[in-house]
Structure formats: structure tokens, C-alpha cells
């Protein structure tokens, strides 16, 4: 008995998604090259040692930035999240690390100052955008840590702030 194999075409992809595809594998390379390049210059003596930040010094309460774009305070709130993860940087395993990086929902909260039902409002509205483009994600925690850089989260935060400006929240 011989059975036959029948071989699908490859789907066609529209030139947009064709681009978004080639910036992705872009990004994932040039972050491959940016580590590569620390670890080959890391024993060289006129190198910059990294600074140890001690745990006992506290964050401070707000990055400094330019005024928020949006008026609405979920929107507001994702946006200035989104200023503090690119001033302190992202932090994918964890809540924080020693060097002061942070994790979506730690940057949620401190922005938030206290105010959790607008924080657990803005985590809602992250996690619907991420799961608009990441249907897998269950919550933004596992999300995050499939991410292998910040510009994804940054992304995201991107979208959240002005899907949730544009529904007036």
C-alpha cells in the first residue's frame, strides 16, 4: 500500500509582515552583537568596571522625562511605566535586579504610587495589547520572560498606553 505525500505551499506573507520579520531577526541579532561585544571587552583595562548599586539605595520616585502625551491616567500611567523601564532598564526573571532594572508590573506599581486599583487597571490593559500579538501569554510574568530584549515590552507598552488613551481610560 503506498500512500501519497502531499506537500502545502508555503503561506504567502504580505510585505508588512514580511518586514516586521526581518526586524525582529534584526533586533535579535544586533542584541546578540551588543552582548558578544561586552563579554570580548570586558577584560580589558581601560574598560568601564560596572557599577555595584547597593540594594540600600532607593529608586527614585519618577524618572526624569518630558510631560506625558496623555491625558487619560491609565494611559498616562503605561506611559510613564514604559519612560521608567527605559531609564532603569528591563528586568526579565525577576520583580528588580541589583542594577536597578525592572519588571513591567514593578514599573506599573511604583509609577502607580500606592494606587492599586489604577495599577491593576493598567496591568489589564498591557496584558490585553500583549495578548493581541501573543496569543500564547497567559500572564504579563510569563510573557515577559519568553521576551529576549526590551524593545518587545517597550512595545507593548507603546500599544497599551494608546489603546487605553483612545478608549478614554
Known amino acids: 500500500m ?4 502531499r506537500r502545502l505551499a508555503p503561506p504567502v ?7 516586521e520579520l526581518v526586524g525582529v531577526a534584526m533586533t535579535v541579532r544586533v542584541d546578540q552583537a551588543a552582548l558578544a561585544f561586552d563579554v570580548n571587552t570586558a577584560y580589558l583595562p581601560g574598560a568601564d568596571p ?20 496623555y491625558s487619560t491616567p491609565i494611559a498616562d500611567l503605561l506611559h510613564r511605566a514604559r519612560v521608567r523601564i527605559e ?10 535586579d ?10 506599573i506599581r511604583l509609577e ?7 495599577a491593576d487597571d493598567a496591568c489589564v490593559y ?5 495578548q493581541a500579538d501573543f496569543a500564547w501569554a497567559e500572564t504579563i ?29
Open 50 to 69: 560596572i557599577p555595584h548599586i547597593a540594594e540600600s539605595i532607593p529608586l527614585p520616585l519618577t524618572p526624569a522625562a518630558g510631560p506625558s502625551p
Open 87 to 96: 531609564t532603569f532598564g528591563w528586568c526579565r526573571d525577576a520583580l528588580f
Open 126 to 130: 498591557l496584558l490585553d495589547r500583549i
Open 98 to 107: 541589583e542594577s536597578g532594572a525592572i519588571c513591567p508590573i514593578r514599573a
Open 141 to 169: 510574568p510569563s510573557w515577559n520572560a519568553g521576551q529576549t530584549s526590551a524593545a518587545p515590552v517597550l512595545l507593548a507598552f507603546a500599544r497599551a498606553a494608546h489603546h487605553a488613551h483612545t478608549h478614554n481610560k
Open 13 to 19: 506573507l504580505d510585505f508588512d509582515t514580511r518586514l
Open 112 to 118: 502607580a504610587h500606592g494606587d492599586r486599583r489604577i
Open 2 to 5: 503506498t500512500t501519497a505525500v
